[in-house]
């Protein structure tokens, strides 16, 4: 069960980073076709890239603690009230995420059952672009309550546990070390 | 429910939220729920899908991730190893020696990460020992980096900028090119800053004998040289108006991709490390972003932005009077939150209030990020200062104190530009003529 959630997270977050890459490939395209004199509108194809991008991020950016919060006054607490807060920080944001969850999935069904096309050249019918928002909410969700769970059960939270400081993101450099 | 009451009620929940330490993102979402379910009669769950899906797919918005990958590529290069060397040579004669490298560092650095606390880490890592083996006085070292490092959310390409350019549906190309100036401008002042220190008091810094000819200079920056041409001609094709900022970012891309092959720092691992760190930062982003889209759109409903805006006309404030109240606003501010958070917070009720006053919203983009970057230098939530204070074990009252002359020399850029609005303008207004 673990490994299996780890790995819908992690999945999650490769998934994300070939939208990235394709945010650049389809301007890639758009550039080339320009010089060919073929006309290739990106707008579509890397906004839709670029929210699926954002929606399959969020589970796998949020284990790795890049979210930002206020931990000012969090860093004052410890103990149980340290758990309590979290459990209520992520608590809380299980209810906001499950309505986001549901109401991306009615969002969706619509658009499928109204057949709402998008007004770009390749008019792709609007559901697929925004199933990504709600699969990609739906995932945020199930790592949201994860998240919960195991705080109570006396975890250490991903988010913490992963996070890196910031200073720690760098390597030193082989050829100074010596010095 | 009165519109001001409204606001002031909205903007508690929010700050309670978010120092319970629920993250930005939701804690936005969740006061827009409250806003339009309490106040309104419209239909709060498609209202909330719709707003969140038009916000995510936004054009302006695909220029970001490519920036903060382009970065994440340059970042794990030989750019940070080579950045000290590379510059020492160059700036070694200028009154204050081997600081200057500090801020120009920073400056190129900053272009690249986008990121102040990185740029801040990456240069000081370096700079920080050499400096000390040299009798450099750490004070006026850690106040050059606090303060330099801040450099990267104003010179583009500017993530901050393309934050803002979202908030206030102004051209990112425009923006972009708003930043050179002003950035160019603060790195003048902290330059002229420390040459002037130095002039005065000699101990401060050693006097350096340079030997080194010019091809030697050239060889020590062989590494720079590339990266900086890259960022010259990203920021370039978008002035000259041959490319987008997202086709310029995606060049970048490329080149970025490019120079680390040529390199020998491109492996499949660092590869994926760009990636995924760029999909961290990129997500985390937009998250906030759709967040604000839909408590703006909440606030739009309830109709007071609007309102509040009419107050602060009943007040007649000069718009010179307004800026001061809101230097003061976001140096408040930014004592507790990050720059995104403050800029996504205020922009629903404040770009309204500017805009009224007759301000220009390009100036004003660069002028919010100026004062975004010295809220990452002042106490108790300023990561620069966390990031000085570990990489030098000093404690945080005096690193504080080390920087505290650049947070007023930025005042001094604010000012600068304030009563010279040219500088931020001027160059926008040739790019659009030319054009």
Redesign the interface.
């Known amino acids: 069960m673990r490994r299996c959630l780890d790995h819908l997270y992690q999945i999650s977050?490769y998934i994300?980073?070939f939208f990235?890459?394709m945010?650049?490939l389809t301007?890639?395209g758009?550039?080339c076709g320009r010089f060919v004199g073929i006309a290739i509108d990106s707008?579509?194809t890397?906004?839709?890239?670029?929210?699926a991008?954002?929606?399959f991020?969020?589970a796998?950016?949020?284990r790795?603690g890049?979210?930002?919060?206020?931990?000012?006054?969090?860093r004052f607490a410890s103990g149980r009230i340290k758990k309590l807060?979290?459990l209520?920080?992520v608590g809380?944001?299980v209810i906001?995420?499950s309505?986001?969850t549901?109401?991306?999935f009615?969002?969706v069904y619509f658009s499928y059952k109204f057949d709402e096309i998008s007004q770009g050249l390749l008019a792709i019918p609007f559901w697929i672009?925004?199933l990504a928002?709600a699969l990609g909410s739906l995932i945020f969700l199930i790592a949201l309550s994860d998240e919960f769970f195991s705080v109570l059960k006396g975890g250490i939270p991903s988010y913490e546990e992963n996070a890196s400081?910031?200073?720690g993101?760098?390597e030193?450099?082989k050829?100074?070390r010596g010095? | 429910m009165e519109a001001g009451t409204l606001s002031i009620l909205l903007f508690l929940t929010l700050l309670g939220?978010?120092?319970?330490?629920?993250?930005?993102?939701?804690a936005l979402?969740?006061v827009g729920?409250i806003g339009i379910d309490f106040f309104t009669d419209a239909p709060v769950?498609?209202l909330?899908?719709?707003t969140?899906?038009d916000a995510?797919?936004?054009?302006a918005?695909?220029a970001l991730?490519?920036f903060v990958?382009m970065g994440e590529i340059l970042f794990r290069t030989?750019l940070?190893?080579d950045m000290f060397n590379g510059l020492a040579p160059w700036l070694v004669r200028l009154p204050g020696g081997l600081l200057h490298v500090n801020i120009i560092g920073c400056g190129v650095m900053a272009a690249v990460a986008g990121?102040s606390?990185?740029t801040c880490?990456?240069v000081g890592?370096?700079s920080i020992?050499e400096l000390r083996k040299r009798g450099y006085d750490e004070m006026l070292s850690i106040g050059t980096l606090a303060g330099s490092g801040t450099l990267g959310l104003l010179i583009p390409p500017s993530i901050m900028l393309i934050v803002y350019g979202v908030l206030a549906q102004q051209s990112i190309s425009r923006l972009f090119i708003a930043g050179v100036f002003p950035g160019i401008l603060i790195i003048g002042i902290f330059m002229s800053y420390v040459a002037i220190r130095a002039l005065l008091d000699p101990k401060l810094a050693p006097v350096e004998e340079s030997s080194s000819n010019f091809l030697e200079k050239l060889k020590a920056s062989r590494h720079l040289i590339p990266v900086v041409g890259l960022i010259f001609s990203v920021i370039g094709s978008i002035y000259g108006g041959y490319a987008t900022p997202?086709?310029a970012a995606?060049?970048g891309?490329?080149g970025a991709l490019i120079l680390a092959w040529l390199s020998k720092s491109l492996s499949w691992k660092s590869f994926l490390e760009s990636?995924?760190?760029?999909?961290?930062?990129?997500?985390?982003i937009?998250?906030?972003l759709?967040g604000a889209a839909f408590l703006s759109t909440a606030m739009g409903f309830t109709g007071a932005p609007k309102i509040l805006a009419g107050y602060v006309d009943e007040l007649n404030l000069t718009p010179s009077m307004l800026i001061v109240i809101l230097t003061i606003l976001y140096i408040f501010l930014g004592c507790?939150?990050?720059g995104?958070?403050m800029m996504v917070l205020t922009a629903a009720v404040v770009l309204p209030m500017v805009e009224n006053a007759g301000i220009n919203l390009l100036w004003f983009g660069v002028f919010t990020v100026i004062v975004v970057e010295m809220a990452q230098i002042t106490p108790?939530?300023g990561?620069n200062l966390?990031?000085l204070q570990?990489?030098t074990g000093r404690d945080i009252m005096s690193v504080t104190r080390a920087s505290m002359p650049f947070f007023f020399l930025m005042l001094l850029g604010i000012l600068i530009i304030t009563l010279v609005p040219e500088i931020v303008l001027w160059p926008v207004e040739i790019m659009i003529n030319r054009n």
């Not at chain 1, 890397?46 to 929210?51: P, V």
């Not at chain 2, 939220?17 to 939701?26: E, M, Q, R, Y």
């Open positions: 977050g994300a980073a990235m890459v945010i650049g301007i890639v758009q550039i707008t579509e890397a906004g839709f890239s670029m929210a991008m954002t929606f991020g969020l796998y950016t949020f790795q890049e979210h930002i919060r206020v931990t000012l006054f969090l807060l979290d209520f920080a809380f944001c906001i995420i309505y986001l549901y109401w991306a009615d969002f672009p925004r928002m400081p910031v200073y993101e760098i030193e450099p050829d100074i010095r | 939220l978010l120092a319970s330490g629920i993250w930005v993102a939701p979402l969740a729920f769950g498609s909330l899908a719709s969140v899906w995510s797919w936004n054009w918005l695909t991730p490519l990958w030989r940070s190893s990121s606390a990185v880490a990456t890592r370096m020992p997202t086709e995606t060049v891309v490329i990636l995924m760190g760029g999909v961290k930062t990129s997500c985390m937009t998250f906030i759709v507790f939150l990050d995104v958070s108790p939530v990561f966390f990031v570990s990489m």
